[in-house]
């Protein structure tokens, strides 16, 4: 996801370039499982400070539900919207002043290369659910015994206390025999 920039950098504010994007994802982040390719389209914009990157991007991660923990496939459709500045003048190659608040993932370097990795990676993260479900109506697992309840029921006594609430069953009793 490297772009060589320096002919775009060159051209009037508004100079465009247009990109189809097909991306093997696998080595971008380690806790990531995408299933298929990063595809879509990338756009580059000239502007006057550098390249506004405008993309809609998709691809499909595996993902452990959060009830049941079972492994399940989620399509992800995001989009990009970053400005990316160069560290150098294009012209005469002199360092260019960076604003204190710049993402150091949105700087165009000084071979004039613009790497859309770490942006992709971030907003990737950011649309993922931070509670993944398999389905909406997953049911979950038995907290006793384990079987996934989307399976079928299991033979768990239902009345069985949790050791940790009997003390205020004990106050639940007691309150009730004074009424």
């Not at 206390?161 to 007691?174: F, T, V, W």
Request: charged share 25%.
């Amino acid at each position: 996801m490297r772009y060589n920039v320096a002919q775009l950098l060159k051209e009037h504010i508004g100079g465009m370039r247009h990109y189809q994007l097909r991306q093997e994802i696998a080595e971008l982040d380690p806790s990531l499982k995408p299933l298929t390719d990063l595809t879509g389209n990338v756009d580059m914009i000239r502007t006057h400070d550098g390249i506004l990157v405008r993309a809609d991007l998709r691809t499909s991660v595996e993902l452990a539900c959060s009830r049941c923990l079972t492994q399940f496939s989620l399509p992800v459709r995001f989009k990009l919207d970053e400005e990316f500045l160069p560290l150098t003048d294009i012209n005469t190659g002199a360092r260019l002043p960076l604003p204190d608040d710049v993402d150091e993932a949105a700087i165009i370097d000084s071979n004039h290369i613009l790497d859309l990795s770490e942006i992709v990676r971030q907003d990737l993260m950011l649309a993922l659910p931070l509670v993944p479900l398999c389905r909406s109506e997953c049911k979950g697992l038995c907290s006793r015994c384990g079987q996934n309840w989307n399976n079928g029921a299991c033979e768990c006594n239902d009345s069985e206390l949790d050791p940790r609430l009997a003390a205020l069953k004990q106050l639940l009793d007691d309150s009730d025999s004074l009424n």
